[in-house]
């Protein structure tokens, strides 16, 4: 299962703090297409009826199928830039 850093975990919480449902909003992680080429990383106020959901310390991940089969042995990490803008960095679990 995708693990979360402390460091994602408040960017998360950060990015979702404004949402209209804060309680419930998270980021979703989701394919595009059939493939595992490509995810996409978008604001999300619930998950979607067959997502998996990853919550770490408040934060909430919601994967859909694909993505959760990808990200299975994956840890999120997220850091910020001089400017303050967040980019998250998806690494292998035992690194």
Known sequence: MLTLTANAAQAI????ASAPEPE?????????GEGSGSLTLSLATQPEPA???VETEGARV???PVA???LED?????GADD?????F??????V
């Open 74 to 78: 994956k840890s999120l990490d997220a």
């Open 24 to 32: 419930q909003g998270g980021i979703r992680i989701s394919s595009q």
């Open 51 to 53: 997502d998996e959901v």
């Open 13 to 16: 919480r950060d990015l979702t």
């Open 89 to 94: 960095l998806v690494t292998d679990q035992n």
């Open 68 to 70: 959760a089969t990808v």
């Open 62 to 64: 919601y994967l859909d």
């Open 83 to 87: 400017k303050g803008a967040v980019s």
